[in-house]
């Protein structure tokens, strides 16, 4: 193939046309990003390499850029650079003025000019394409490197930070920056139009009571004053409008009072992996609006791991502000109907071996975690745990972005086969998963490496147990 008709990279090309100007913003928004306490993260690294043993990435591919530390080495190689040039010697106020006295007490007294002996790196074009191949390439921002880590090194959120530096000069692999823009336009990120969505709600809703032979179940749109606002990921009502049915199933077998909106009910929110903030609290802040505008009492957040982690914990300090009302995953919820007896589910009618994925910002990163077993132990007959599992599981490789990220899609699916050997494992039929990035991840996997399972919700398999 001629040079001529070759395909052009569109994120080299960027940064190829990077300004020093550029440069120096994506240092200044990664200096902005690290006070004192991830400063000394920097210098805390024993390299004891439990990080590397942690990683998926690094177990199936076995490279050093791979290795969390290596990103870690990365990131603070340059922020050594920002804190020993000249060009960052004197403050404008006192508060810089003071990070620059730290920069240079982090630095050990050594002086500027042998900064490359404690290992400072200019921010050039070369380390940039290092930041995108490592930090968006080999990193699903998962955390099992971090509650694996010796000494408890918060790698995840230095890597955000250094993905979102990035991201303010646009160098961010295109697919998950139109994730984001889609969301930030259209109000989610499948740009489904307000009319299509209400739409979809009624037949969902018809093909319910015909499945329940009940007229009276309802999916409520726009009720005002309801206990529970639930949200979805759009996905659902594009592709698997099925767990949008089990929900509403369940919601109508407690008689529970809850209601959809017709505007912003995005459960996602891929600002959490491009490290834009205001992305991030933008999309967020619009649920805050529709519970303003609703009344409700609770937000119930769809089955979305990433979901969850940034709108139950990352969001309040995105906005800056805390909520006036309850969040919870409908997780929570269900099994809270299980306990008191609000619904009853009758294991015999889901016979087939079900195993659970743990997804890592729903269970790792944001706590929710005997729930999903709690509601399969009463809605299955036959239940198998992965091993490890819990907050030490292995990510399936569809998180931090990476299923939006086709350039990196050979990678993903090879650091899947340590989640594809877990399901084999267990001679499951059936991988249930509160996480539709992880459902769309494990099906990938299912094909590549022909695990012959179904995959399903959690509430799309209690909804199946569900005694009406």
Not at 10 to 38: C, G, M, N, S
Not at 170 to 191: C, R, Y
Not at 258 to 284: E, I, P, R
Not at 294 to 307: F, Q, R
Request: proline residues 4%; hydrophobic residues 35%; neutral net charge.
């Amino acid at each position: 193939m001629s040079k001529k008709n070759e395909t052009k990279d569109p994120v080299i090309e960027k940064i190829e046309q990077l300004t020093p100007a550029d440069l120096e913003k994506i240092l200044q928004v990664f200096k902005e990003k690290i006070d004192h306490r991830y400063a000394a993260y920097f210098n805390s690294c024993v390299h004891c390499g439990l990080c590397a043993d942690s990683c998926h990435y690094y177990l199936t591919h076995e490279d050093l850029q791979s290795m969390p530390a290596y990103k870690l080495n990365l990131m603070m190689s340059v922020f050594k650079g920002v804190a020993a040039s000249p060009a960052h010697k004197t403050g404008k106020n006192t508060g810089e003025k003071e990070k620059i006295s730290f920069y240079r007490r982090f630095l050990s007294g050594i002086k500027e000019k042998y900064s490359r002996w404690v290992g400072a790196e200019k921010l050039d074009k070369e380390m940039v394409k290092e930041w995108v191949d490592s930090l968006f390439g080999r990193c699903s921002m998962c955390g099992r490197c971090s509650i694996n880590c010796s000494i408890g090194l918060n790698i995840p959120y230095l890597i955000r930070a250094a993905r979102g530096a990035l991201t303010a000069v646009g160098i961010v692999p295109p697919g998950l920056q139109s994730t984001v823009d889609t969301a930030m336009e259209k109000g989610n990120n499948m740009g489904i139009a307000k009319e299509d969505w209400v739409e979809t709600a009624e037949w969902i809703e018809e093909e319910l009571q015909d499945d329940i032979e009940n007229p009276a179940a309802k999916l409520p749109l726009d009720k005002k004053g309801a206990k529970y606002f639930y949200t979805i990921n759009p996905r659902e009502a594009m592709f698997f409008p099925l767990s949008i049915s089990a929900v509403g199933k369940i919601f109508f077998a407690a008689g529970e009072d809850w209601t959809f909106s017709s505007d912003n009910y995005d459960v996602t929110n891929y600002g959490l992996y491009n490290g834009d903030d205001y992305a991030a609290g933008t999309m967020s802040d619009r649920l805050v609006q529709s519970m303003q505008k609703l009344g409700c009492n609770t937000l119930v957040l769809a089955e979305c791991g990433h979901g969850f982690n940034s709108n139950r914990w990352e969001a309040p300090e995105w906005l800056s502000k805390e909520y006036g009302f309850d969040v919870k995953s409908i997780l929570e919820i269900v099994a809270g109907f299980i306990r008191e007896g609000r619904i009853k589910l009758d294991p015999s009618k889901n016979t087939e071996p079900v195993t659970l994925h743990d997804p890592c910002n729903l269970v790792r990163m944001g706590g929710i975690i005997e729930e999903q077993r709690f509601i399969l132990k009463h809605a299955v007959s036959d239940f198998t745990e992965m091993t490890p599992n819990r907050q030490k599981n292995f990510c399936c490789g569809g998180g931090g972005g990476q299923l939006s990220m086709t350039r990196f899609s050979r990678r993903r699916l090879k650091a899947g086969k340590i989640k594809a050997d877990q399901i084999q494992k267990t001679a499951a039929k059936i991988v249930a998963t509160p996480c539709h990035n992880c459902i769309d991840q494990l099906m990938e996997l299912n094909k590549h490496y022909q695990l012959g399972v179904r995959i399903k919700t959690v509430c799309e398999i209690a909804a199946d147990a569900l005694v009406l």
